[in-house]
């Protein structure tokens, strides 16, 4: 059985580590493409950036700071490196479902909020996948009051 992918929710993309440039870019996505950042993303020691709004679902999170980043469990597994992230219905299933497919994966959770669970993992071409719990982050609109 697969996960239960809910819908795409954000990608992340690296920035250069200097305030100059996460500024440039997040002008950039607001005057260029007219897309909002998220005033609500919450502070994150150690790793500067901006979340994207993209309409009512999905944001696109510019991840700056240096890598490894504080939060980085080990090589190849920080996640600050650019990624996809898709909502799940339930993390807890998936993460059993992911055990017993034998999927190697990495969590870290109380990142952006203290209830908040993300599952990394790379595709065979070595991308990073991000799977989080559908109601407990900022991509969508209504989470976002």
């Known amino acids: ?4 992918i809910m819908e795409i929710h954000h990608t992340g993309v690296r920035i250069d580590t200097g305030a100059e440039k996460l500024d440039a870019t997040k002008g950039f996505y607001k005057d260029v493409l007219g897309l909002p950042h998220d005033t609500g993303r919450p502070t994150i020691p150690g790793i500067p950036g901006a979340w994207i709004n993209v309409g009512d679902v999905g944001q696109i999170h510019l991840i700056g700071g240096e890598q490894p980043s504080p939060v980085a469990k080990g090589p190849g597994q920080d ?3 650019p990624h996809i992230a898709f909502a799940v219905k339930d993390i807890v299933a998936t993460r059993k479902e992911l055990d017993r497919m034998g999927m190697k994966y990495w969590v870290i959770e109380g990142l952006t909020s203290p209830d908040s669970t993300q599952v990394f993992m790379n595709d065979p071409c070595g ?3 991000e799977l989080h719990q559908f109601d407990k982050c900022r991509c969508r609109a209504s989470n976002r009051a």
């Open 1 to 4: 059985m697969a996960i239960e």
């Open 79 to 81: 996640p600050t490196r």
């Open 127 to 129: 991308n990073m996948v």
